[in-house]
């Protein structure tokens, strides 16, 4: 098969509560690499107290993504490497922000290496005025009172502060 008729399908996993603008710079970053990117959020995270549910998140990430014709949202439950043998994907894409990322997403990407050697986990530096920022933060920050505009995309401000304006 020619080079060029060989398609690359890429699974951008996370939790996403909620998207960040971290996770957006990634998204149009392996959106220019990749021929599909998958945003995939992990329906059975063992992280309680979700502030957004599955379908809230699917909507928020799907406007923020409007703009990217090749970039679905989708959700997935159990093994990533199981929904990437579901979905073809040659590819698991990762941010890593800082060195404190490193030994977390090593040790998923060997595991994941090992359970399913064909999909190849490829990681992307967020960029640096983003480095800082998480879902984790984002959502202290917010119930706590505080503004968090400028570290999310619009849909998810928006979204925000109907939720905390009740
Ligand atoms: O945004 P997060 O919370 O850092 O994403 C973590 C995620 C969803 C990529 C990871 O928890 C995951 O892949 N979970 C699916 C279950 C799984 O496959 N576990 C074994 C290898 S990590």
Redesign the pocket.
């Known amino acids: 098969m020619p080079a060029s008729d060989r398609r690359l399908v890429a699974i951008y996993?996370?939790?996403?509560d909620p998207l960040t603008n971290g996770h957006l710079d990634l998204i149009s970053r392996g959106a220019r690499l990749f021929d599909n990117l998958i945003v995939a959020i992990?329906s059975?995270?063992q992280?309680h107290a979700a502030l957004f549910d599955i379908a809230e998140r699917t909507q928020m990430i799907r406007d923020a993504t409007s703009a990217f014709p090749n970039v679905e949202v989708d959700s997935f439950q159990?093994?990533?490497?199981d929904y990437a043998a579901h979905r073809n994907a040659n590819a698991i894409l990762?941010g890593i922000r800082a060195i404190s990322d490193y030994e977390t997403e090593l040790q998923?990407a060997l595991?994941?290496r090992r359970m399913r050697p064909e999909t190849e986990t490829i990681f992307l530096m967020a960029g640096e005025e983003y480095s800082f920022i998480s879902?984790r933060l984002i959502k202290e920050i917010v119930t706590l009172g505080g503004d968090v505009s400028t570290f999310v995309p619009n849909a998810v401000a928006d979204r925000l502060r109907a939720k905390f304006s009740r």
């Open positions: 996993p996370g939790s996403f992990l059975n995270s992280k159990g093994l990533l490497v990762r998923m595991i994941n879902s």
